[in-house]
């Protein structure tokens, strides 16, 4: 059964702590991508990666970080230079380089208490 | 100005009639545009993409898209309350793998 997965659906932690959000895919897509939603907003670009080991930064990148070290997973650590990181995160996929339709996991919803 | 503007709504319409939502763009270059459906709380869905201009059917929804003015566009025929939900136009960034997302518009379709 293919498919992206997120974990863990909720999570909440307390402000000054780094968090990592996990993103995996079995799709063998080779993008992957990272966003985030803010409530009745559209979808900002954190980070990106195209191939394995090698990631660029979005619009928003500051206070996160990622890795690519295997095609598969993409995890997101939320750093405590993040200012306001209570959000939607959302994980996504591209089936092939050149192919632009993404496909979504089903989201991380973090709050920073 | 915003790459990708979308009437944020929220956008009413009676069961059965057709709905119609809204996008443009500022990017020139972009080749490929999607319409995500994105229920409350949950991740967004893909439902339709086009490529070129014209019109393209699928079911009950139908894409346009006009690179001359930069717009595309989604309707909705026969619409029903399942439809309620929040519209997202996504298009490409010419030259990068990543797409710009307009901020969404909300659909409700009242029985």
């Known amino acids: 059964d293919g498919g992206i997965t997120q974990s863990p659906k909720y999570l909440f932690r307390k402000e000054g702590q780094n968090v990592t959000l996990s993103c995996e895919q079995n799709?063998?897509?080779?993008?992957m991508y990272w966003y985030r939603q803010d409530p009745g907003q559209g979808l900002r670009l954190i980070y990106y990666?195209?191939?394995?080991?090698?990631?660029q930064k979005g619009d928003i990148a500051e206070g996160y970080s990622v890795s690519r070290e295997k095609k598969e997973s993409f995890p997101l650590t939320v750093t405590s230079a993040q200012k306001n990181p209570t959000a939607f995160y959302l994980c996504a996929s591209t089936r092939a380089l050149g192919r632009n339709e993404q496909f979504f996991g089903p989201g991380t919803r973090l709050t920073v208490l | 100005q915003k790459e990708v503007e979308q009437n944020s709504g929220p956008l009413s319409v009676p069961e059965g009639a057709i709905a119609s939502l809204n996008c443009t763009y500022s990017d020139r270059g972009s080749q490929s545009f999607f319409w995500y459906r994105q229920y409350s709380g949950k991740s967004p869905e893909l439902i339709m993409s086009?490529?070129?201009?014209g019109d393209k059917e699928d079911g009950r929804f139908t894409a346009q898209l006009n690179k001359a003015s930069q717009y595309v566009s989604l309707l909705i025929r026969d619409s029903q309350p399942s439809d309620s939900a929040t519209y997202l136009c996504a298009v490409n960034v010419q030259g990068a793998q990543k797409l710009v997302f307009g901020q969404g518009t909300r659909l409700t379709i009242n029985p």
């Open positions: 990666s195209q191939i394995v080991n090698d990631f």
């Open positions: 799709l063998n897509h080779d993008a």
């Open positions: 086009i490529y070129s201009n």
